[in-house]
């Protein structure tokens, strides 16, 4: 029989884990993020015009990485179920990096079209994953800021990236075009991160190699309350049927969808700044503060939760209100206000924030190795479908103002809300039948390290 766990001795464990896990999944998802955003920077830095894009076909380019990502996800569901995932997603990095840096070969919309595909299906299976590992390693109080930590390097990449972007723009003696050095800089780096992630990541608490066999123990046992079992090597398909059968299933798909389909102003950001008449330096730098105020909103949605750990959905109410005053001044100002369409392009910009909520609320809320693989991948086909289908009213021959897209931003931040009071209402619910039927009769107690689900785990309560 194991000793009991002394808080000190579990909060060194803790500070252990923060020093290894977060650091290593921080990185993957900056290039993750960082190869996503290139394909602004690259734009304004001549990409158009060297593959002589019309029409939509840049449109096109944003929405076929996602249309990858989607394909991917239907497989993804069942190999993170069946291979060790630390092994699969390190892999699937390594892939995303050589497949990157093949961005800078083509010459014309079909060949780099067809590489953005491939793209985004070798990425299809982070994301997912990431909310999975946070679960792994994490008690449900800790997930908001676990996450909040991994997604602010959305905000980072997009600072860091447009520097870089810069930077490599300056430099006249490069014998290609700075677009292209670009996504060869963005894959070596993923690769060389996808290497790390794949030798340094534990599959779980019980194989961490920074951790001895007592602090071990203590990482299984801190969360044996609300843990199912780690990386398992199973499928379940009584855990798909009750994912599928489960309401607040579809209201995460619906999260996915909600937020990105007003995503395409993140993409389309440079080049609204761009027609407003900047030249492509000046309008890197002024694209590059979003990701700061990106960053600082991520960690007010962590503070909020911090301080009503039981209404994470009241905060993300809150946090939707600056991007969609962004994109109604986007659309009213008039477009020779100068800074106040650029700060308006900023506010617009707004989305991980509520993202860090959106999958807090996945990775707390559901138990089952298959369920949490099945739901978390719900909520990033939502996320593909939108960023396939937003795009495509953010047509060229829309532009400086864009109006058709910005309509659509605005519609679904009203529509996310609405998604957000559903699921708060329906774990709301939830939770007192619970302590009801605790109260009536005696409820089954499960074995710590179990594969269940939180329909089976009548002890269970949902987080909201």
């Known amino acids: 029989m194991t000793s009991p766990i002394d808080p000190q001795e579990e909060k060194r464990v803790l500070r252990k884990i923060d020093c290894v896990i977060l650091p290593i999944m921080c990185m993957t998802f900056f290039f993750q993020y960082l190869d996503k955003q290139s394909l602004s920077y690259a734009s304004v830095f001549g990409l158009i015009e060297d593959l002589d894009l019309k029409g939509t076909e840049y449109s096109w380019c944003s929405s076929i990485f996602y249309i990858g990502q989607l394909v991917a996800e239907y497989p993804f569901i069942y190999l993170m179920s069946r291979l060790p995932l630390m092994k699969f997603v390190g892999a699937t990095i390594i892939i995303w990096g050589g497949i990157c840096m093949c961005l800078a070969a083509p010459y014309n919309f079909t060949g780099f079209a067809a590489v953005r595909f491939m793209l985004g299906f070798s990425e299809g299976a982070v994301s997912p994953a990431f909310v999975t590992i946070t679960g792994i390693w994490y008690r449900k109080n800790e997930h908001a800021m676990r996450t909040g930590m991994w997604v602010t390097m959305n905000g980072l990449a997009q600072v860091i990236g447009s520097l870089l972007m810069y930077g490599i723009g300056k430099n006249h003696a490069l014998s290609l075009a700075a677009w292209r050095v670009m996504f060869l800089i963005c894959g070596a780096l993923t690769a060389l991160s996808g290497v790390i992630f794949f030798f340094a990541m534990p599959s779980g608490p019980e194989q961490a190699w920074f951790l001895n066999e007592r602090e071990k123990v203590v990482a299984a046992q801190r969360l044996a309350a609300s843990h199912d079992g780690g990386d398992k090597t199973n499928f379940s398909w009584s855990q798909l049927r009750e994912a599928l059968l489960d309401p607040k299933s579809w209201l995460v798909f619906c999260f996915g969808l909600f937020l990105t389909l007003n995503s395409p102003v993140l993409t389309f950001a440079s080049l609204v700044i761009k027609n407003l008449g900047y030249n492509k330096y000046d309008t890197l730098l002024y694209t590059s503060p979003s990701g700061a105020i990106q960053i600082v909103f991520i960690w007010i949605a962590v503070i909020g939760c911090l301080i009503f750990p039981r209404k994470r959905c009241m905060v993300a109410l809150a946090l939707c209100i600056p991007p969609l005053v962004g994109?109604?001044?986007?659309?009213?100002?008039?477009?020779?206000?100068?800074?106040?369409?650029?700060?308006?392009?900023?506010?617009?910009?707004?989305?991980?924030?509520?993202?860090?909520?959106?999958?807090?609320?996945?990775?707390?809320?559901?138990?089952?190795?298959?369920?949490?693989?099945?739901v978390n991948t719900f909520f990033f086909i939502g996320y593909c479908?939108?960023?396939?289908?937003?795009?495509?009213?953010?047509?060229?021959?829309?532009?400086?103002?864009?109006?058709?897209?910005?309509?659509?931003?605005?519609?679904?931040?009203?529509?996310?809300?609405?998604?957000?009071?559903?699921?708060?209402?329906?774990?709301?619910?939830e939770n007192i039948s619970r302590d009801k039927l605790e109260q009536e009769k005696d409820v089954r107690q499960f074995h710590a390290g179990e594969d269940i689900t939180d329909k089976e785990d009548k002890t269970f309560r949902y987080i909201y």
């Open 327 to 374: 994109n109604i001044l986007l659309l009213k100002l008039s477009l020779d206000s100068g800074w106040g369409m650029i700060a308006a392009s900023w506010l617009a910009s707004i989305i991980s924030d509520v993202m860090v909520i959106s999958l807090s609320l996945g990775a707390s809320n559901v138990k089952g190795n298959t369920k949490k693989a099945v």
């Open 385 to 429: 479908v939108g960023c396939i289908g937003g795009p495509q009213l953010w047509k060229s021959g829309a532009a400086p103002r864009y109006k058709q897209g910005l309509i659509l931003a605005i519609v679904s931040w009203i529509l996310f809300a609405l998604s957000i009071a559903a699921y708060w209402a329906i774990a709301r619910w």
